[in-house]
Protein backbone atom coordinates (compact mmCIF):
# COMPACT_ATOMS: atom_id res chain seq x y z
CA UNK A 1 0.00 0.00 0.00
CA UNK A 2 1.59 3.31 -0.94
CA UNK A 3 1.32 5.74 1.80
CA UNK A 4 -1.21 8.95 0.69
CA UNK A 5 0.04 12.48 1.62
CA UNK A 6 -2.47 14.59 0.25
CA UNK A 7 -6.45 13.57 0.07
CA UNK A 8 -8.93 15.81 -1.41
CA UNK A 9 -12.37 15.22 -0.90
CA UNK A 10 -15.38 16.68 -2.68
CA UNK A 11 -14.14 19.86 -3.57
CA UNK A 12 -15.95 22.38 -5.04
CA UNK A 13 -15.72 25.63 -5.98
CA UNK A 14 -18.09 28.57 -7.38
CA UNK A 15 -18.12 31.29 -8.71
CA UNK A 16 -20.71 33.82 -9.73
CA UNK A 17 -21.94 31.95 -13.30
CA UNK A 18 -19.17 29.84 -12.80
CA UNK A 19 -18.41 26.21 -11.24
CA UNK A 20 -14.67 26.04 -11.46
CA UNK A 21 -14.64 22.88 -9.37
CA UNK A 22 -17.44 20.27 -8.97
CA UNK A 23 -16.66 17.98 -6.55
CA UNK A 24 -13.18 16.75 -7.46
CA UNK A 25 -11.92 13.64 -4.83
CA UNK A 26 -8.28 12.64 -5.58
CA UNK A 27 -5.22 11.39 -3.63
CA UNK A 28 -1.69 11.84 -3.73
CA UNK A 29 0.71 9.31 -2.95
CA UNK A 30 4.56 9.82 -1.16
CA UNK A 31 6.95 10.60 -3.86
CA UNK A 32 5.12 9.87 -6.67
CA UNK A 33 5.26 12.12 -9.78
CA UNK A 34 1.09 13.11 -10.65
CA UNK A 35 0.32 14.86 -13.50
CA UNK A 36 -2.88 16.70 -14.00
CA UNK A 37 -4.55 17.15 -18.07
CA UNK A 38 -7.24 18.87 -19.45
CA UNK A 39 -8.41 21.72 -21.43
CA UNK A 40 -7.91 25.30 -20.48
CA UNK A 41 -10.64 26.01 -18.58
CA UNK A 42 -11.20 22.72 -16.72
CA UNK A 43 -10.07 24.13 -13.48
CA UNK A 44 -6.51 22.41 -13.08
CA UNK A 45 -5.07 25.82 -11.75
CA UNK A 46 -8.47 26.60 -9.75
CA UNK A 47 -7.50 22.88 -8.21
CA UNK A 48 -3.91 23.35 -7.42
CA UNK A 49 -5.01 26.93 -5.52
CA UNK A 50 -7.18 25.24 -3.08
CA UNK A 51 -4.25 23.25 -1.85
CA UNK A 52 -1.98 25.70 -1.85
CA UNK A 53 -4.76 27.79 0.05
CA UNK A 54 -5.02 30.78 -2.59
CA UNK A 55 -8.50 30.36 -2.78
CA UNK A 56 -10.78 28.49 -0.21
CA UNK A 57 -13.27 25.91 -1.82
CA UNK A 58 -16.81 26.88 -1.35
CA UNK A 59 -17.71 22.56 -0.18
CA UNK A 60 -15.22 19.72 0.56
CA UNK A 61 -11.78 19.16 2.69
CA UNK A 62 -8.78 18.88 2.14
CA UNK A 63 -6.05 16.22 4.26
CA UNK A 64 -2.40 16.48 4.30
CA UNK A 65 -0.28 15.80 7.74
CA UNK A 66 -2.89 14.18 9.68
CA UNK A 67 -5.10 17.33 9.67
CA UNK A 68 -8.44 17.86 7.72
CA UNK A 69 -8.91 21.47 6.39
CA UNK A 70 -11.87 23.12 5.45
CA UNK A 71 -9.87 25.88 3.90
CA UNK A 72 -5.95 25.96 4.10
CA UNK A 73 -4.16 29.27 4.96
CA UNK A 74 -1.48 29.98 2.39
CA UNK A 75 1.24 30.77 5.40
CA UNK A 76 -0.04 27.43 6.94
CA UNK A 77 0.33 25.41 3.44
CA UNK A 78 4.16 26.85 2.99
CA UNK A 79 5.08 25.98 6.76
CA UNK A 80 3.46 22.42 6.32
CA UNK A 81 5.64 21.77 3.23
CA UNK A 82 3.72 22.69 0.15
CA UNK A 83 5.03 24.59 -2.54
CA UNK A 84 4.13 26.22 -5.86
CA UNK A 85 5.40 28.05 -9.00
CA UNK A 86 2.20 28.86 -10.43
CA UNK A 87 1.13 29.46 -13.93
CA UNK A 88 1.47 33.31 -13.40
CA UNK A 89 4.70 34.28 -12.49
CA UNK A 90 5.07 35.84 -9.04
CA UNK A 91 8.56 37.54 -8.60
CA UNK A 92 9.40 40.63 -8.00
CA UNK A 93 11.02 42.21 -11.18
CA UNK A 94 13.16 44.92 -9.59
CA UNK A 95 14.60 42.43 -6.95
CA UNK A 96 18.19 40.23 -7.25
CA UNK A 97 17.40 36.44 -7.91
CA UNK A 98 18.59 35.96 -4.07
CA UNK A 99 16.75 38.70 -3.09
CA UNK A 100 13.86 36.98 -4.63
CA UNK A 101 14.20 33.23 -3.89
CA UNK A 102 15.04 34.81 0.11
CA UNK A 103 11.75 36.91 0.08
CA UNK A 104 9.94 37.27 3.14
CA UNK A 105 12.77 35.37 5.09
CA UNK A 106 15.88 37.61 4.68
CA UNK A 107 18.79 35.75 6.21
CA UNK A 108 20.36 38.88 8.49
CA UNK A 109 23.97 39.79 10.07
CA UNK A 110 22.37 41.72 13.13
CA UNK A 111 20.01 44.72 11.59
CA UNK A 112 21.06 44.51 8.12
CA UNK A 113 20.41 41.49 5.43
CA UNK A 114 22.70 39.68 4.69
CA UNK A 115 23.20 39.79 0.93
CA UNK A 116 26.81 37.45 0.99
CA UNK A 117 25.02 34.85 2.24
CA UNK A 118 22.07 34.80 0.67
CA UNK A 119 23.90 35.35 -2.76
CA UNK A 120 26.49 32.15 -1.75
CA UNK A 121 22.85 30.18 -0.45
CA UNK A 122 21.51 30.64 -4.01
CA UNK A 123 24.14 29.96 -6.03
CA UNK A 124 24.69 26.61 -4.13
CA UNK A 125 21.07 26.38 -4.65
CA UNK A 126 21.02 27.09 -8.38
CA UNK A 127 24.33 24.78 -8.79
CA UNK A 128 22.47 21.81 -7.40
CA UNK A 129 19.55 22.25 -9.88
CA UNK A 130 22.90 22.52 -12.25
CA UNK A 131 21.72 26.44 -13.75
CA UNK A 132 23.92 29.16 -13.73
CA UNK A 133 22.49 32.42 -13.39
CA UNK A 134 24.15 35.56 -10.96
CA UNK A 135 22.34 35.63 -7.79
CA UNK A 136 22.40 39.43 -8.07
CA UNK A 137 21.18 39.74 -11.38
CA UNK A 138 17.85 41.47 -11.47
CA UNK A 139 14.97 39.39 -12.22
CA UNK A 140 13.71 41.47 -14.22
CA UNK A 141 16.57 41.22 -16.79
CA UNK A 142 16.24 37.80 -17.04
CA UNK A 143 14.62 35.49 -20.15
CA UNK A 144 11.37 33.95 -19.35
CA UNK A 145 13.27 31.32 -18.94
CA UNK A 146 15.69 32.06 -16.24
CA UNK A 147 12.66 33.39 -14.77
CA UNK A 148 11.09 29.69 -14.61
CA UNK A 149 13.93 28.56 -13.17
CA UNK A 150 14.44 31.07 -10.23
CA UNK A 151 10.69 30.34 -9.28
CA UNK A 152 11.49 26.42 -9.02
CA UNK A 153 14.74 27.17 -6.81
CA UNK A 154 12.34 29.31 -4.71
CA UNK A 155 9.89 26.41 -4.11
CA UNK A 156 12.99 24.12 -3.53
CA UNK A 157 15.00 26.49 -1.57
CA UNK A 158 12.07 25.52 1.30
CA UNK A 159 11.57 22.47 2.94
CA UNK A 160 8.76 20.82 0.14
CA UNK A 161 7.12 17.36 0.92
CA UNK A 162 4.61 18.45 -2.14
CA UNK A 163 5.45 20.59 -4.93
CA UNK A 164 2.83 22.13 -7.82
CA UNK A 165 4.86 22.88 -11.25
CA UNK A 166 1.56 24.75 -13.16
CA UNK A 167 2.72 24.36 -16.71
CA UNK A 168 6.68 25.04 -15.80
CA UNK A 169 8.10 24.17 -19.20
CA UNK A 170 6.19 26.10 -21.05
CA UNK A 171 8.47 29.20 -21.15
CA UNK A 172 10.97 26.21 -21.38
CA UNK A 173 13.08 25.29 -24.30
CA UNK A 174 13.60 21.06 -25.07
CA UNK A 175 16.77 20.88 -23.46
CA UNK A 176 15.93 23.41 -20.52
CA UNK A 177 12.50 21.48 -20.03
CA UNK A 178 14.66 18.18 -19.62
CA UNK A 179 17.48 20.01 -16.79
CA UNK A 180 13.73 20.33 -15.21
CA UNK A 181 12.70 17.25 -15.26
CA UNK A 182 16.36 16.19 -14.02
CA UNK A 183 15.88 18.54 -10.90
CA UNK A 184 11.78 16.90 -10.46
CA UNK A 185 13.27 13.32 -10.57
CA UNK A 186 15.77 14.25 -7.93
CA UNK A 187 12.96 15.68 -6.02
CA UNK A 188 10.93 12.44 -6.35
CA UNK A 189 13.77 10.35 -4.94
CA UNK A 190 13.96 12.69 -1.86
CA UNK A 191 10.40 11.27 -1.22
CA UNK A 192 8.52 14.67 -2.88
CA UNK A 193 5.42 14.20 -4.47
CA UNK A 194 5.15 16.10 -7.58
CA UNK A 195 2.01 17.15 -8.77
CA UNK A 196 2.80 18.60 -12.53
CA UNK A 197 0.48 20.31 -14.79
CA UNK A 198 1.04 20.80 -18.81
CA UNK A 199 -0.31 20.77 -22.09
CA UNK A 200 2.64 19.02 -23.58
CA UNK A 201 1.53 15.53 -23.84
CA UNK A 202 4.54 13.78 -24.87
CA UNK A 203 6.16 15.63 -21.22
CA UNK A 204 3.12 13.34 -18.91
CA UNK A 205 4.37 10.18 -20.50
CA UNK A 206 8.14 10.92 -20.22
CA UNK A 207 7.77 12.01 -16.36
CA UNK A 208 4.88 10.97 -14.09
CA UNK A 209 3.55 7.84 -12.78
CA UNK A 210 0.11 8.75 -12.92
CA UNK A 211 -2.31 11.13 -14.32
CA UNK A 212 -5.42 12.71 -13.60
CA UNK A 213 -7.79 13.90 -16.39
CA UNK A 214 -9.95 16.87 -15.75
CA UNK A 215 -13.06 18.24 -17.86
CA UNK A 216 -15.89 21.20 -17.15
CA UNK A 217 -14.69 21.50 -13.70
CA UNK A 218 -14.74 17.47 -13.02
CA UNK A 219 -12.18 14.58 -12.30
CA UNK A 220 -12.85 12.42 -15.41
CA UNK A 221 -10.54 9.94 -13.73
CA UNK A 222 -6.93 9.20 -12.86
CA UNK A 223 -4.72 6.44 -14.84
CA UNK A 224 -1.49 4.59 -14.33
CA UNK A 225 0.73 6.35 -17.28
CA UNK A 226 2.40 3.15 -18.44
CA UNK A 227 -1.38 2.00 -19.29
CA UNK A 228 -2.47 4.68 -20.94
CA UNK A 229 -1.40 6.25 -24.55
CA UNK A 230 -1.73 9.79 -26.62
CA UNK A 231 -4.89 9.05 -27.84
CA UNK A 232 -7.01 7.68 -25.07
CA UNK A 233 -5.92 10.32 -23.23
CA UNK A 234 -7.13 12.98 -25.67
CA UNK A 235 -10.04 11.38 -25.88
CA UNK A 236 -11.13 11.94 -22.27
CA UNK A 237 -9.34 15.07 -22.28
CA UNK A 238 -11.85 16.25 -24.78
CA UNK A 239 -14.80 14.38 -24.88
CA UNK A 240 -14.91 14.14 -28.50
CA UNK A 241 -12.04 12.96 -31.18
CA UNK A 242 -9.19 14.91 -32.58
CA UNK A 243 -6.95 14.79 -35.46
CA UNK A 244 -3.06 15.36 -34.92
CA UNK A 245 -2.79 16.59 -39.09
CA UNK A 246 -1.87 20.41 -39.87
CA UNK A 247 -3.95 22.29 -43.15
CA UNK A 248 -2.06 22.44 -45.57
CA UNK A 249 -1.51 25.29 -47.61
CA UNK A 250 -3.49 25.77 -50.85
CA UNK A 251 -2.31 28.89 -51.76
CA UNK A 252 0.70 29.69 -53.96
CA UNK A 253 3.33 32.61 -52.64
CA UNK A 254 3.15 35.92 -55.03
CA UNK A 255 4.09 39.13 -54.06
CA UNK A 256 6.80 40.46 -51.59
CA UNK A 257 5.32 41.82 -48.75
CA UNK A 258 8.24 42.83 -46.62
CA UNK A 259 11.65 42.88 -47.09
CA UNK A 260 14.37 43.07 -44.11
CA UNK A 261 17.57 44.36 -45.42
CA UNK A 262 20.37 44.10 -43.38
CA UNK A 263 18.40 45.16 -39.44
CA UNK A 264 20.65 45.73 -36.90
CA UNK A 265 19.82 46.29 -33.24
CA UNK A 266 21.14 46.22 -30.14
CA UNK A 267 20.17 42.22 -29.53
CA UNK A 268 20.41 41.17 -33.23
CA UNK A 269 23.05 41.20 -36.79
CA UNK A 270 22.88 41.88 -40.22
CA UNK A 271 19.09 40.63 -40.64
CA UNK A 272 17.77 40.10 -43.85
CA UNK A 273 14.86 37.88 -45.40
CA UNK A 274 11.97 38.17 -47.31
CA UNK A 275 8.23 38.01 -46.73
CA UNK A 276 5.64 37.14 -48.96
CA UNK A 277 2.03 37.07 -49.29
CA UNK A 278 0.03 34.29 -48.04
CA UNK A 279 2.80 32.38 -46.25
CA UNK A 280 3.65 31.57 -42.99
CA UNK A 281 7.43 31.94 -42.32
CA UNK A 282 8.99 30.26 -39.19
CA UNK A 283 11.48 31.19 -36.98
CA UNK A 284 13.35 28.29 -35.23
CA UNK A 285 16.34 28.95 -32.91
CA UNK A 286 16.94 28.05 -29.54
CA UNK A 287 15.68 30.16 -26.41
CA UNK A 288 17.86 33.64 -26.84
CA UNK A 289 18.76 33.45 -30.70
CA UNK A 290 17.43 36.57 -31.31
CA UNK A 291 13.89 35.47 -32.77
CA UNK A 292 11.76 37.49 -30.55
CA UNK A 293 14.15 40.18 -30.91
CA UNK A 294 14.11 40.39 -34.81
CA UNK A 295 10.37 40.32 -34.24
CA UNK A 296 10.44 43.52 -32.07
CA UNK A 297 13.18 45.41 -34.53
CA UNK A 298 10.16 44.78 -37.32
CA UNK A 299 7.61 45.97 -34.98
CA UNK A 300 9.49 49.24 -33.63
CA UNK A 301 10.05 47.72 -30.81
CA UNK A 302 13.55 47.98 -30.40
CA UNK A 303 15.54 50.98 -31.94
CA UNK A 304 17.28 49.53 -35.26
CA UNK A 305 20.89 51.36 -35.92
CA UNK A 306 21.09 50.56 -39.59
CA UNK A 307 19.53 48.63 -42.14
CA UNK A 308 15.63 48.97 -43.68
CA UNK A 309 12.75 47.60 -43.98
CA UNK A 310 10.35 47.54 -47.11
CA UNK A 311 7.29 47.32 -47.47
CA UNK A 312 5.66 46.09 -50.95
CA UNK A 313 8.79 47.56 -52.28
CA UNK A 314 8.89 51.24 -50.65
CA UNK A 315 11.23 51.61 -47.75
CA UNK A 316 9.14 52.70 -44.63
CA UNK A 317 10.65 54.16 -41.17
CA UNK A 318 8.95 52.11 -38.28
CA UNK A 319 10.28 54.11 -35.57
CA UNK A 320 7.85 52.38 -32.90
CA UNK A 321 5.09 49.97 -32.53
CA UNK A 322 2.11 52.88 -33.08
CA UNK A 323 4.05 53.18 -36.50
CA UNK A 324 4.27 49.42 -37.51
CA UNK A 325 0.20 49.05 -36.51
CA UNK A 326 -0.46 52.13 -38.82
CA UNK A 327 1.57 49.83 -41.40
CA UNK A 328 -1.08 47.29 -40.82
CA UNK A 329 1.44 45.49 -38.72
CA UNK A 330 0.48 42.90 -35.67
CA UNK A 331 2.21 41.32 -33.16
CA UNK A 332 1.29 38.65 -30.74
CA UNK A 333 3.94 38.75 -28.12
CA UNK A 334 5.31 35.82 -26.38
CA UNK A 335 4.86 37.34 -23.20
CA UNK A 336 1.11 37.87 -22.92
CA UNK A 337 0.63 38.53 -19.82
CA UNK A 338 3.03 42.17 -19.64
CA UNK A 339 2.13 43.33 -23.37
CA UNK A 340 -1.03 41.74 -24.98
CA UNK A 341 -4.30 41.72 -21.93
CA UNK A 342 -5.61 44.62 -20.49
CA UNK A 343 -6.63 42.10 -17.63
CA UNK A 344 -9.35 44.20 -16.26
CA UNK A 345 -11.26 44.75 -19.02
CA UNK A 346 -13.76 42.29 -20.57
CA UNK A 347 -13.41 39.97 -23.23
CA UNK A 348 -15.31 42.00 -25.39
CA UNK A 349 -13.35 45.52 -25.23
CA UNK A 350 -9.86 43.44 -25.37
CA UNK A 351 -10.74 41.48 -28.65
CA UNK A 352 -12.06 45.04 -30.02
CA UNK A 353 -9.71 47.32 -28.64
CA UNK A 354 -7.44 47.36 -31.29
CA UNK A 355 -10.22 47.05 -34.33
CA UNK A 356 -12.41 50.08 -32.69
CA UNK A 357 -11.95 51.41 -36.46
CA UNK A 358 -13.09 48.83 -38.54
CA UNK A 359 -16.31 48.27 -36.27
CA UNK A 360 -17.08 51.90 -35.88
CA UNK A 361 -19.14 54.52 -37.98
CA UNK A 362 -18.51 58.04 -38.02
CA UNK A 363 -16.70 57.46 -34.40
CA UNK A 364 -19.79 55.04 -33.20
CA UNK A 365 -19.60 51.78 -32.48
CA UNK A 366 -21.25 49.64 -34.08
CA UNK A 367 -22.66 47.53 -31.63
CA UNK A 368 -23.98 44.63 -34.20
CA UNK A 369 -20.66 44.53 -36.01
CA UNK A 370 -18.78 44.08 -32.40
CA UNK A 371 -21.03 41.41 -31.30
CA UNK A 372 -20.53 39.33 -34.68
CA UNK A 373 -17.11 39.74 -34.46
CA UNK A 374 -16.63 38.83 -31.05
CA UNK A 375 -19.02 36.09 -30.62
CA UNK A 376 -17.08 34.27 -33.49
CA UNK A 377 -13.92 34.61 -32.75
CA UNK A 378 -15.05 33.03 -28.61
CA UNK A 379 -16.87 30.54 -30.54
CA UNK A 380 -14.10 29.48 -33.21
CA UNK A 381 -11.13 29.44 -30.46
CA UNK A 382 -13.28 27.98 -27.59
CA UNK A 383 -12.69 30.85 -25.22
CA UNK A 384 -14.36 29.08 -22.29
CA UNK A 385 -16.66 31.97 -20.00
CA UNK A 386 -19.91 32.56 -19.08
CA UNK A 387 -20.34 35.73 -21.45
CA UNK A 388 -17.85 37.97 -23.77
CA UNK A 389 -18.31 40.61 -20.70
CA UNK A 390 -16.18 38.30 -18.45
CA UNK A 391 -13.27 40.41 -17.04
CA UNK A 392 -10.30 38.74 -18.62
CA UNK A 393 -8.77 38.44 -15.45
CA UNK A 394 -10.71 35.61 -14.50
CA UNK A 395 -10.25 33.40 -16.88
CA UNK A 396 -7.76 30.54 -17.12
CA UNK A 397 -4.11 31.23 -18.10
CA UNK A 398 -5.13 29.47 -21.41
CA UNK A 399 -8.27 31.24 -22.87
CA UNK A 400 -6.81 34.50 -21.72
CA UNK A 401 -4.15 33.69 -24.40
CA UNK A 402 -6.51 33.15 -26.61
CA UNK A 403 -8.36 36.49 -25.76
CA UNK A 404 -5.02 38.17 -27.15
CA UNK A 405 -5.19 35.68 -30.47
CA UNK A 406 -8.70 36.89 -30.80
CA UNK A 407 -7.63 40.57 -30.70
CA UNK A 408 -5.09 40.43 -33.33
CA UNK A 409 -7.26 38.20 -35.66
CA UNK A 410 -10.18 40.84 -35.32
CA UNK A 411 -7.58 43.21 -36.77
CA UNK A 412 -7.18 43.58 -40.34
CA UNK A 413 -3.21 43.30 -40.61
CA UNK A 414 -1.56 42.73 -43.47
CA UNK A 415 1.33 41.46 -41.73
CA UNK A 416 0.88 39.62 -38.40
CA UNK A 417 3.95 38.18 -36.08
CA UNK A 418 2.83 35.39 -34.28
CA UNK A 419 5.52 34.92 -31.25
CA UNK A 420 4.69 31.22 -29.75
CA UNK A 421 0.99 31.34 -30.56
CA UNK A 422 -0.12 27.84 -28.75
CA UNK A 423 2.25 28.46 -25.93
CA UNK A 424 -0.04 27.12 -23.21
CA UNK A 425 -3.16 26.37 -25.46
CA UNK A 426 -4.98 23.14 -25.33
CA UNK A 427 -4.91 20.42 -28.02
CA UNK A 428 -8.47 21.32 -29.26
CA UNK A 429 -7.82 24.79 -29.08
CA UNK A 430 -4.05 24.76 -30.88
CA UNK A 431 -5.99 23.26 -34.15
CA UNK A 432 -8.31 25.82 -34.53
CA UNK A 433 -5.87 28.47 -34.32
CA UNK A 434 -3.56 26.33 -36.92
CA UNK A 435 -7.21 26.84 -38.99
CA UNK A 436 -7.06 30.46 -38.47
CA UNK A 437 -3.61 31.14 -38.94
CA UNK A 438 -3.85 29.35 -41.90
CA UNK A 439 -7.10 30.70 -42.96
CA UNK A 440 -5.43 34.02 -42.69
CA UNK A 441 -2.59 33.28 -44.78
CA UNK A 442 -4.61 32.31 -47.46
CA UNK A 443 -6.75 35.38 -47.35
CA UNK A 444 -3.63 37.27 -48.51
CA UNK A 445 -1.94 38.13 -45.41
CA UNK A 446 1.33 37.40 -44.64
CA UNK A 447 2.44 35.89 -41.34
CA UNK A 448 5.61 35.06 -39.27
CA UNK A 449 5.56 32.53 -36.69
CA UNK A 450 8.07 32.36 -33.60
CA UNK A 451 8.08 28.99 -32.64
CA UNK A 452 9.85 26.25 -30.10
CA UNK A 453 7.82 24.02 -30.72
CA UNK A 454 9.51 21.37 -33.19
CA UNK A 455 6.20 19.86 -34.54
CA UNK A 456 4.24 23.30 -34.94
CA UNK A 457 7.07 24.71 -36.25
CA UNK A 458 7.26 22.19 -39.01
CA UNK A 459 3.84 21.70 -39.45
CA UNK A 460 2.93 24.62 -40.18
CA UNK A 461 5.73 26.67 -41.84
CA UNK A 462 5.72 27.06 -45.52
CA UNK A 463 9.90 28.43 -45.12
CA UNK A 464 11.56 28.18 -41.75
CA UNK A 465 14.39 30.46 -41.04
CA UNK A 466 17.12 29.56 -38.51
CA UNK A 467 18.64 31.67 -36.01
CA UNK A 468 21.57 31.70 -33.88
CA UNK A 469 22.97 34.30 -31.43
CA UNK A 470 21.29 37.09 -33.26
CA UNK A 471 22.22 36.09 -37.00
CA UNK A 472 20.11 34.53 -39.40
CA UNK A 473 21.92 31.27 -40.16
CA UNK A 474 20.19 29.52 -42.54
CA UNK A 475 16.36 29.24 -44.33
CA UNK A 476 14.98 25.66 -45.33
CA UNK A 477 12.46 25.02 -47.35
CA UNK A 478 9.29 22.95 -46.23
CA UNK A 479 10.17 19.98 -48.03
CA UNK A 480 13.84 20.23 -46.62
CA UNK A 481 13.12 20.99 -43.23
CA UNK A 482 13.19 18.06 -40.25
CA UNK A 483 14.09 18.26 -36.92
CA UNK A 484 17.53 17.71 -37.07
CA UNK A 485 18.70 19.99 -39.62
CA UNK A 486 17.16 22.97 -37.65
CA UNK A 487 18.64 21.70 -34.64
CA UNK A 488 21.84 21.46 -36.21
CA UNK A 489 21.88 24.89 -37.63
CA UNK A 490 20.46 26.27 -34.47
CA UNK A 491 22.98 24.63 -31.58
CA UNK A 492 26.03 25.71 -30.72
CA UNK A 493 27.05 27.71 -27.65
CA UNK A 494 23.80 28.45 -26.23
CA UNK A 495 23.92 32.05 -26.58
CA UNK A 496 22.40 35.54 -25.24
CA UNK A 497 19.90 34.68 -22.67
CA UNK A 498 22.89 34.46 -19.76
CA UNK A 499 21.72 31.01 -17.84
CA UNK A 500 22.72 27.75 -19.57
CA UNK A 501 21.22 24.89 -18.08
CA UNK A 502 23.80 22.04 -18.16
N1 LIG B 1 -11.68 34.52 -10.04
C1 LIG B 1 -12.48 33.92 -10.92
N2 LIG B 1 -13.72 34.39 -11.19
C2 LIG B 1 -14.55 33.77 -12.05
N3 LIG B 1 -14.23 32.65 -12.73
C3 LIG B 1 -13.02 32.13 -12.52
C4 LIG B 1 -12.07 32.72 -11.62
N4 LIG B 1 -10.94 31.97 -11.62
C5 LIG B 1 -11.17 30.96 -12.49
N5 LIG B 1 -12.41 31.04 -13.03
C6 LIG B 1 -13.00 30.12 -14.00
O1 LIG B 1 -12.84 28.80 -13.54
C7 LIG B 1 -12.64 27.90 -14.62
C8 LIG B 1 -11.41 27.05 -14.39
O2 LIG B 1 -10.25 27.85 -14.51
P1 LIG B 1 -8.78 27.29 -14.28
O3 LIG B 1 -7.88 28.47 -14.26
O4 LIG B 1 -8.76 26.39 -13.12
O5 LIG B 1 -8.55 26.45 -15.62
P2 LIG B 1 -7.27 25.60 -16.09
O6 LIG B 1 -7.69 24.19 -16.21
O7 LIG B 1 -6.13 25.90 -15.21
O8 LIG B 1 -7.03 26.16 -17.57
P3 LIG B 1 -5.67 26.55 -18.40
O9 LIG B 1 -5.22 25.30 -19.07
O10 LIG B 1 -6.15 27.53 -19.40
O11 LIG B 1 -4.70 27.13 -17.46
C9 LIG B 1 -12.57 28.76 -15.87
O12 LIG B 1 -13.79 28.70 -16.54
C10 LIG B 1 -12.30 30.15 -15.34
O13 LIG B 1 -12.82 31.11 -16.19
MG1 LIG C 1 -4.33 26.93 -15.55
Redesign the pocket.
Known amino acids: MKEIVLALKGITKI ?2 G ?1 K ?1 LDDVSLTFEKGEIHAIV ?10 IKTITGAIAPTAGTIAFGGKEYQKLDPIEAIRVGIGAVY ?1 EFNLIPYLSVAENIFFGRELRQGAFTDMKAMCAETEQILNELGVRIDPRARVKDLSVACQQIVEIAKSVSKEVKVLILD ?1 PSAPLTNSETQSMFRIIKKLKAKGVTIIYIS ?1 RLEEIFELSDRVTV ?1 RD ?1 KKILTLDTGETDRKSLISHMVGRSLSDDYPRNESDCCETTLQARGLNTAYVNNITFDLRQGEILGFAGLVGAGRTEVARAIFGADAVTSGEILLFGKPVRIKSPADAIKNKMGLIPEDRKSHGVLLSLAIRNNITFSSLKHISRYGYLNKKKEDAVVHTLKENLRI ?2 PSVNQQVK ?6 QQKVVLAKWLATNCDILIFDEPTR ?1 I ?1 IGAKQEIYKLMRQLAESGKSIIMISSEMPELLGMSDRIIVMHEGRIVGELKKEEATQERILEMASGEAGGCGCNAN
Open positions: YPVAGENGAGKSTLQEHMSKANLSGGNGD
